[in-house]
């Protein structure tokens, strides 16, 4: 079965940076997308990032310009490179799969099947 394990949450302080990473195996998808979406308390599940086989990307507005997402690893592997974080950036993340390229945009959420546990990050 497909499986997607995220790694590279913590605490960091305001303005700082971090990593995450997640990787997916048990998949025989031949053009996958990933994403990241993340999840503040008594919030919402917000899209983050995502970035498709074909290379096609979308960063949300939110985070424009301080988290880049890459792909690597034969499409199994996908990056969220975070700077700047502000404490509006707490949330649970969690990273998901797509077998095919999302209808309504990359990052539509019921477009993807397959989900990661989560990791946390805190700004403070």
């Known amino acids: 079965h497909v499986q997607l394990v ?6 960091v302080q305001d303005g700082g940076s971090l990593t995450l990473s997640c990787v997916m195996s048990g998949h025989k998808y031949e053009r996958p997308c ?3 979406f993340r999840r503040a308390p008594g919030l919402d599940y917000e899209g983050v990032a995502a970035v498709c086989s074909d290379q096609t990307s979308t960063i949300a507005d939110s985070v ?3 988290f880049t997402i ?3 690893n034969g499409k ?5 490179q975070m700077t700047s974080l502000k404490p509006d950036d707490t949330a649970m993340y969690k990273c998901a799969a797509a077998r095919h390229k999302p209808y ?3 990052l539509n959420l019921l477009e993807y099947q397959e989900w990661g546990q989560g990791t946390q990050v805190t700004v403070s």
């Open 6 to 11: 995220e790694s590279g949450g913590g605490s």
């Open 34 to 36: 990933m994403a990241w």
């Open 64 to 66: 424009k310009g301080r």
């Open 70 to 72: 890459s792909q690597d």
């Open 76 to 80: 199994n592997n996908v990056v969220l």
């Open 104 to 106: 309504g945009g990359l």
